[in-house]
């Protein structure tokens, strides 16, 4: 049988190799070193199954690279985040969302020419099919709003499906920009939906953040004021949680779309892994812990309860599987918070007293030490979604706003990755071998 022969690496090969003996056979496999611009050397193991018969074992992929990819780059030792080379606490004090979506999906920030081009292009797809508001009338009104996402964004092929050619870059481009324009209104008519409020169409004369915040907001019955401070922070929201490399909902957008599948549909699968409380569900949880610890004075008792290997509970905000320093972002949303609150005359904000002595305590228990667990991005974020007027079981749905053009960047990028192939890991069978059948008259 042929061999699949592996397309080398394009870039990375480094001239450096590490070689593997097995310690019984004595038989040794060299394999190439592949180098980045940034970060960790990689071990290219794609010949690794062809030349000795063996897989690696990696569950939970701590320490596997999934693709190359030159989008964003996280190091976690020194709590650093780049999207496109661009440190993240620039872009939230310098830029806006719009202008990093420009930036995340064509990998420089845009002329003024090309960033008026690009908000025109997002404001003129932000509404939707008027049929798309019958799809909200089959949930129950106290739906989980993640779950409205995953069903309406997924649906959203059924109104495109002439043209979600994923390999024709016209489409994909289309296909985008339609994603980054409606996930707003299809995440604001959500809300309005679980309140029974009329749905408020976009309005084009506003910014995506301000539009957002109308959608959300306003009533047909009087005019809706928007605070400028509210959007610039909902906007610096957007930002911070745009992109993050290979975490988990981007790899199942990722492993959705290896083997064709259309963007609205790895999309909605992407929602569907982001609601989980370990990952994008962590800010709707971190609100939850903080109004049941209640009091600072409670707060050693559940720093004892995470300590506990017994209790299953984990300090929400708390902890990355990248960062083993301060995540960037919390910084970045620490000082939001405090701008936020001051703003809304809520300096005095209990929950946010309360995180900000959570965040004391912890840093300074030496089980939170040992583990190198600090605030993520999660940590913040809830406290100035709910100052806001956010309810707390659209925090999510916000992550999700924000993380559709990272998914939407990713996937575009692996579809034009002339290397990329259909993901399909392997395993480390631990089952029954092969045994004969019985027919049920002979059984025990
Ligand atoms: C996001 O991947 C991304 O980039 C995600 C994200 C993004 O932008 O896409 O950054 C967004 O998902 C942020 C994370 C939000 N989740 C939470 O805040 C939930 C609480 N955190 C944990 O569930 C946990 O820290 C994870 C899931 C975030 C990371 O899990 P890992 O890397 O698998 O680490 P682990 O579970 O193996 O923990 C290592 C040790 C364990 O103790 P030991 O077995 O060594 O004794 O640390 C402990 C864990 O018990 N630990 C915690 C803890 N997090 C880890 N103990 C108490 N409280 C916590 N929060």
Redo the contacts with the bound molecule.
């Keep these: 049988m042929s061999k699949t022969t592996v397309a080398q690496a394009t870039k990375g090969a480094s001239g450096e190799s590490i070689t593997i003996t097995n310690n019984r056979t004595q038989e040794s496999t060299t394999l190439p070193l592949l180098e980045g611009s940034m970060g960790p050397k990689v071990v290219d193991i794609r010949t690794l199954h062809e030349k000795t018969g063996y897989f690696t074992y990696d569950p939970?992929f701590i320490s596997t690279a999934s693709c190359e990819s030159d989008i964003t780059f996280i190091d976690g030792d020194n709590g650093v985040l780049l999207y496109r080379g661009y440190p993240i606490e620039e872009l939230a004090e310098n830029s806006d969302f719009l202008e990093v979506a420009y930036l995340l999906l064509n990998a420089e920030l845009p002329t003024a020419a090309e960033k008026r081009k690009f908000n025109d292009s997002i404001t003129t797809h932000t509404m939707v099919n008027e049929q798309l508001t019958y799809f909200y009338r089959g949930f129950r009104r106290d739906a989980h709003p993640m779950a409205v996402m995953v069903g309406v964004v997924g649906a959203l092929s059924a109104f495109y499906h002439d043209e979600v050619d994923i390999h024709d870059p016209r489409q994909r481009m289309v296909a985008s920009h339609r994603l980054i324009a409606k996930i707003p209104t299809i995440a604001a008519m959500a809300y309005k939906y679980s309140i029974g409020q009329p749905f408020i169409y976009p309005r084009n004369d506003l910014n995506y953040a301000e539009n957002f915040l109308h959608m959300m907001f306003a009533v047909p019955c009087e005019e809706f004021k928007i605070s400028r401070a509210q959007a610039r922070a909902i906007d610096r929201i957007f930002i911070l949680?745009a992109d993050?490399?290979q975490?988990?909902?981007?790899s199942t957008v990722r492993l959705a779309g290896s083997s064709g599948a259309n963007p609205f549909a790895c999309i909605a699968a992407g929602i569907a892994s982001l609601w989980g409380?370990?990952?994008?569900g962590?800010n709707e949880?971190?609100l939850k812990m903080l109004m049941e610890i209640g009091s600072v004075d409670r707060i050693p008792e559940f720093v004892a309860r995470?300590?506990d290997?017994d209790d299953p509970f984990?300090?929400?905000?708390?902890?990355?599987?990248?960062y083993k320093n301060y995540?960037p972002r919390a910084k970045v949303l620490r000082g939001s918070c405090h701008e936020v609150l001051d703003d809304l005359d809520m300096e005095n904000d209990p929950l946010f007293k309360i995180a900000m002595e959570l965040e004391r305590i912890a840093l300074s228990d030496d089980y939170f030490i040992e583990?190198k667990?600090y605030p993520?991005?999660?940590?913040y974020s809830g406290i100035i979604l709910q100052a806001l007027g956010f309810p707390t079981h659209l925090f999510t749905v916000i992550f999700a706003v924000a993380?559709t053009v990272g998914w939407i960047a990713q996937l575009n990028e692996m579809t034009e990755d002339p290397n990329q192939r259909i993901g399909r890991p392997r395993q480390l069978y631990t089952g029954h071998k092969t045994r004969r059948y019985i027919p049920v008259g002979q059984r025990g």
Excluded: C, I, Q, Y
Aim: hydrophobic share 35%.
């Design positions: 939970g949680h993050h490399e975490n988990a909902s981007t409380p370990a990952h994008g962590a949880a971190v995470a300590r290997k984990r300090l929400m905000g708390f902890g990355h599987r990248v995540d583990r667990l993520n991005v999660d940590f993380r």
